[in-house]
């Protein structure tokens, strides 16, 4: 039988493997919504792994409390110890695709059979990853939107092999624990997340290249326009309000044709046009070294506001 | 000597034309910032414009206090009596290039010398719009994030000819009423916000269309995402953290070939090729008619949280 990974999870055996930013976030998070019961195991190559990871993962609780569990991580010194036992087995190692392919068929050798499998990766499709596995179906992609220990979105990109139970089971641990798991249907480049916000930051390079705003313009346009309306409406809901009765339909009718004409003069630069220099430049001046512990703060409360706001229509329509 | 239109204006006289959303939106935000002794002007051609705004109007405090301006407003009979003692005339009319430049040519008779001349288009240029003016350089671009009793940015978009004190003062009135006016520095096509939102919804259009994900999917992810997170910190500073200590530069370093790789398969879709059906039949399914209300009222409280953790930083640096 299945490990139920939902709310009853009281003895959930989480192994993450790989301690980079994206890999601590993840274990941040697991920290904070683990039953005293669980535990959580880490793994990865570095030889002062156990002293890297009590020094670097308390800076992920920045203003609030450190859990308890935080001194109570399992810390493996084999991938076999590490996975063994495991329910989930969460991997955010290095973007290289033999890594991973030979990490996963080792995975598959020592984990039991109904453990999940999931990649953090933000560009290698789980149907290479899983190349030299003999069970395709259990590899999926859940790909975080950084810091996952922030942020709600995670998307599942599975193969064409990954079976729908891997799928199911994966969306319920995530809902269960108050987060957004989207599963996307194809192994697109980029999957979804990012590809909306690159080719956003395409026009906005190509705008500050052209000398239309600054740097730093441009993010005070995005912070009181479109950023806090997309927190609350996305852009499909948003136009769709926007057509008054008539709907994104009538958003199209009123000011399609503005919409084609900056379709038509979007800029289209590529990595090494030659605008590096410029936009480098202005981002280093303007910024310096960004205070991420302030950002992630704020962010935190404009969540909790979403959320909150979310319950409460929630329980009027109940 | 020019009327001091910053916090100081005792005796402002503001002068609206046109009372689509656009306008009635602007008559709602500057009943909230009007000194008592200053007067608002509404004039439109429509025969019944007095009942109509009286009765359109107070939807735009849904669940606020209605300012007891509101039965102030003074409702304006023909275009000269409106613009004869104005110290600010700001026109939401039809987006008609030939209608504005007939009205600007009219309202520079009979205005003040001094009066600042705003227009809310979203599309055409002030350079095009005060073709038949005698002094072009009056004229300038205001475009609003909709809707602008609610949204912090406007967009000042200048033509060549505009003066650089009609710039300062309009951007001197926004500041001291805590709104984010950006001096365009081109008479780009769209401006700014709109080139940036357009391209990343042409996109999200593309991936709906293809399959990836679904209306709802898609609007779920930007609201999860980069929504919040650029509500917070916009394209560039998100961007310029996550490189690292080598900034944007590290960022580009790190996952410049993914991006590149997102540009390159981005769509390229336009108005008329035929994903139309599908997007606008899935919004229509997913949303029904919005409730705009209850947007603005979650938005509204984001952008005080926003609000309160800028003034305090500030008060920190100080």
Not at 37 to 43: C, D, E, K, R, V
Not at 197 to 207: G, K, M, N, Q
Not at 225 to 236: E, I, L
Not at 257 to 272: H, I, K, R
Request: hydrophobic letters at 40%; one cysteine or more; charged letters at 20%.
């Amino acid at each position: 039988m299945q490990h139920e990974i939902t709310k009853a999870d009281a003895n959930l055996e989480i192994t993450l493997i790989g301690t980079g930013t994206i890999g601590l976030s993840f274990a941040a998070f697991h920290l904070q919504h683990l039953s005293d019961a669980s535990q959580l195991t880490i793994y990865d190559t570095r030889p002062d792994l156990e002293a890297y990871v009590q020094e670097t993962l308390p800076k992920f609780f920045e203003g609030q409390t450190i859990p308890l569990s935080i001194s109570g991580i399992n810390i493996a010194t084999t991938l076999e110890e590490a996975v063994t036992s495991a329910h989930i087995i969460q991997e955010s190692g290095p973007e290289n695709l033999p890594v991973k392919q030979k990490l996963w068929a080792e995975v598959e050798n020592h984990a039991p059979k109904d453990a999940l499998l999931w990649s953090s990766t933000s560009g290698i499709p789980a149907s290479q990853q899983a190349q030299n596995m003999q069970d395709k179906t259990r590899l999926l992609v859940v790909h975080p939107y950084n810091p996952p220990h922030i942020m709600p979105l995670l998307e599942l990109v599975p193969s064409p092999q990954t079976s729908s139970s891997v799928i199911t089971r994966t969306q319920d641990f995530w809902r269960a624990r108050g987060r957004v798991p989207i599963h996307i249907k194809q192994e697109t480049t980029g999957f979804v997340a990012n590809r909306l916000a690159f080719v956003l930051l395409r026009e906005a390079i190509h705008l500050v290249d052209s000398g239309v705003v600054s740097v730093a313009e441009l993010d005070q346009i995005v912070e009181s326009s479109m950023g806090p309306r997309w927190a609350v409406a996305g852009p499909f809901k948003s136009y769709h309000a926007g057509g008054g009765p008539a709907g994104l339909e009538g958003f199209f009718k009123n000011i399609g044709g503005t919409v084609q004409e900056c379709w038509s003069d979007a800029g289209s630069l590529n990595v090494g046009d030659g605008w590096e220099d410029k936009v480098f430049r202005q981002a280093r001046e303007t910024y310096g070294v960004v205070d991420v512990g302030e950002r992630d703060r704020i962010t935190r409360r404009v969540l909790e506001v979403l959320k909150e706001e979310q319950n409460s229509s929630k329980q009027r329509v109940l």
